[in-house]
């Protein structure tokens, strides 16, 4: 059985991602400093190492402890809002601690990686469906953390023989099929569970931030993508990295290639859960584009991959009953 590490495999995606490598035989190594994800999102079974991955000795010990294949990297910090607040952090973690990591493979001779990366590097574009070709103008520090990174890749396929795929990730969303883990950020900035909350009465209302934007309802346009599918995308590139020896840099949208408005997400969830609650209209957020929606042709060819669960109904209906089960219990 192969050894693949994943860093940030405490978090949400992360903690999907560890249920489907086991399911495909692999066994996850989680490195992870859990200032935002959680010990117990993963299963015992799977070997937990705490750490941060700016730390250049804690990262070298992991790889001579467990000889990884492969590396899945996720620890990041993910708010793109706070970014526009605190941008060295964003840099110092999101880009340095990449820097390190793939220092650390380098060191011990680990050639293969995907990496999270996200379509806020497509910033604000009068663009149809975004393609892999378009040129990266990210609108804010967090997509410019990860578009860096992109570039580190590259560097590290052409100089030093890497292998790797960068997975541009659009909106990540739902939880576990079966209901084993979920997304469990604190504090919440994502639409869905937010608005799930407001359902559930822990929050007052929702607030949409634009209503005037160039869409047809005005709200802000997003494509999103159920975890499970995610989790299958990162199984799958594996497999195509790990078999091939050849030294390659790609990158991959990760999306369904359909949009849904913030007011869309709004209505499915009141349908879904069957609770009306109030919905406040604010201003626009600095730095939020429009619409965000993936050409997903790309990860098809190259990986095989298509969503299994490509409607937002579907989306809500999982996160809904992970949150019922697991976070309205208290
Ligand atoms: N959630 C989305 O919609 C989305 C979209 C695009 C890209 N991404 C990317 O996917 C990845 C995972 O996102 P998520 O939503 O699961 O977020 P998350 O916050 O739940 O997971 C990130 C994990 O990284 C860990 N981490 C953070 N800084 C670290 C450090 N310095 N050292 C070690 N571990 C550290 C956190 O503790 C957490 O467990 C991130 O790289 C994010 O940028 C997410």
């Given at each position: 059985?192969?050894n693949?590490?994943?860093?940030g495999?405490?978090?949400?995606?992360?903690s999907?991602i560890?249920i489907k490598?086991q399911?495909?035989?692999?066994?996850p190594?989680?490195?992870?400093?859990?200032s935002?994800?959680?010990?117990?999102a993963?299963?015992?079974d799977?070997?937990?190492?705490?750490?941060?991955?700016?730390?250049?000795a804690?990262?070298?010990?992991v790889?001579?402890?467990?000889?990884?294949?492969a590396v899945?990297h996720m620890?990041a910090?993910?708010?793109a809002g706070?970014s526009?607040?605190?941008?060295a952090r964003?840099?110092?973690?999101n880009?340095a601690?990449?820097?390190?990591?793939?220092?650390?493979?380098r060191?011990?001779?680990?050639?293969h990686i995907v990496?999270s990366?996200?379509a806020a590097?497509?910033?604000?574009?009068?663009a149809?469906?975004?393609?892999?070709s378009?040129?990266?103008?990210?609108?804010?520090?967090?997509?410019?953390?990860?578009?860096?990174?992109?570039t580190?890749?590259g560097d590290?396929?052409?100089?030093?023989g890497?292998h790797?795929i960068?997975?541009?990730y659009?909106?990540?969303?739902?939880?576990d099929?079966?209901?084993?883990?979920?997304e469990?950020?604190?504090?919440?900035?994502?639409?869905?569970?937010?608005?799930?909350?407001?359902?559930?009465?822990?929050?007052d209302?929702?607030?949409?931030f634009?209503?005037?934007?160039?869409t047809?309802d005005?709200t802000?346009?997003?494509?999103?993508?159920?975890?499970?599918d995610?989790?299958?995308?990162h199984v799958?590139?594996?497999?195509?990295?790990?078999?091939?020896d050849?030294a390659a840099s790609?990158i991959a949208?990760i999306g369904?290639?359909?949009g849904?408005?913030?007011k869309e997400?709004?209505?499915?969830?009141?349908?879904?859960?069957?609770?009306?609650?109030?919905?406040?209209?604010?201003?626009?957020?600095?730095g939020?584009p429009?619409?965000?929606?993936?050409?997903?042709?790309?990860?098809k060819?190259?990986l095989?991959?298509?969503?299994?669960?490509?409607s937002?109904?579907?989306?809500i209906?999982h996160?809904?009953n992970?949150y019922?089960?697991?976070?309205?219990?208290?």
């Amino acid at each position: 059985m192969q050894n693949i590490l994943i860093t940030g495999g405490a978090g949400y995606i992360g903690s999907h991602i560890c249920i489907k490598l086991q399911e495909n035989g692999y066994q996850p190594i989680v490195f992870d400093n859990l200032s935002n994800g959680h010990r117990d999102a993963i299963s015992n079974d799977i070997p937990f190492v705490e750490g941060d991955i700016r730390d250049a000795a804690a990262l070298n010990k992991v790889f001579e402890d467990f000889r990884p294949a492969a590396v899945i990297h996720m620890a990041a910090l993910i708010e793109a809002g706070a970014s526009m607040v605190e941008p060295a952090r964003f840099y110092e973690v999101n880009t340095a601690g990449a820097l390190n990591l793939l220092e650390a493979m380098r060191r011990n001779a680990c050639k293969h990686i995907v990496f999270s990366s996200t379509a806020a590097v497509y910033g604000n574009r009068d663009a149809g469906l975004l393609s892999e070709s378009l040129e990266v103008s990210a609108e804010n520090p967090y997509g410019r953390s990860k578009a860096m990174v992109e570039t580190m890749l590259g560097d590290y396929a052409s100089i030093y023989g890497f292998h790797a795929i960068a997975l541009r990730y659009f909106n990540a969303a739902g939880a576990d099929s079966m209901g084993r883990t979920g997304e469990r950020h604190d504090p919440e900035t994502h639409l869905i569970p937010l608005v799930l909350q407001t359902a559930a009465g822990q929050r007052d209302h929702i607030k949409i931030f634009g209503t005037d934007y160039d869409t047809p309802d005005g709200t802000c346009i997003r494509d999103y993508i159920h975890v499970d599918d995610l989790a299958d995308a990162h199984v799958k590139a594996l497999g195509h990295i790990i078999s091939s020896d050849h030294a390659a840099s790609d990158i991959a949208n990760i999306g369904t290639g359909e949009g849904c408005s913030v007011k869309e997400i709004i209505e499915l969830c009141k349908e879904v859960t069957g609770q009306d609650f109030t919905v406040v209209e604010d201003s626009r957020r600095p730095g939020d584009p429009a619409k965000l929606v993936a050409n997903p042709a790309k990860a098809k060819e190259m990986l095989g991959w298509q969503p299994k669960y490509p409607s937002p109904r579907q989306i809500i209906e999982h996160a809904w009953n992970y949150y019922q089960t697991n976070l309205l219990k208290s």
